[in-house]
Nanobody, 123 residues
């Protein structure tokens, strides 16, 4: 059974830092790209950061570049999001997503989601 559990969210002051963790089990972690999404109240879900299977490549949405860092530990089946210099507009529920693709035989996509963790940056 696939399990994805985020932790590390909370209430912080502007300029503060948090590290989110996403622990996983039930699938071959190293075969999946990992992503962090966020969704603020009344807004569309946004892709924040992504990392390839072995961590060779990362991508970030413009609003977090230079402040957030995504990383993964394939020995622990865990993904992290280090968030520095937090701003009130970073307030959202943050979701961890595992994305896998099969390109042999019939094409198939796999997406597994965690329950989300709340990040609140007070102003």
């Amino acid at each position: 059974q696939v399990q994805i559990v985020e932790s590390g969210g909370g209430l912080v002051q502007p300029g503060g830092s948090l590290r989110l963790s996403c622990t996983t089990s039930g699938f071959q972690f190293s075969s999946y790209a990992m992503r962090w999404y966020r969704q603020a109240p009344g807004k569309e879900r946004e892709l924040v950061a992504s990392i390839t299977r072995f961590g060779a490549s990362t991508n970030y949405t413009d609003s977090v570049k230079g402040r957030f860092t995504i990383s993964r530990d394939n020995y622990k089946n865990t993904v992290y999001l280090q968030m520095n210099s937090l701003k009130p507009e970073d307030t959202a529920v943050y979701f961890c997503n595992a994305h896998g693709e099969r390109r042999w035989g019939s094409f198939r996509e796999y997406d597994y989601w965690g329950q989300g963790t709340q990040v609140t940056v007070s102003s």
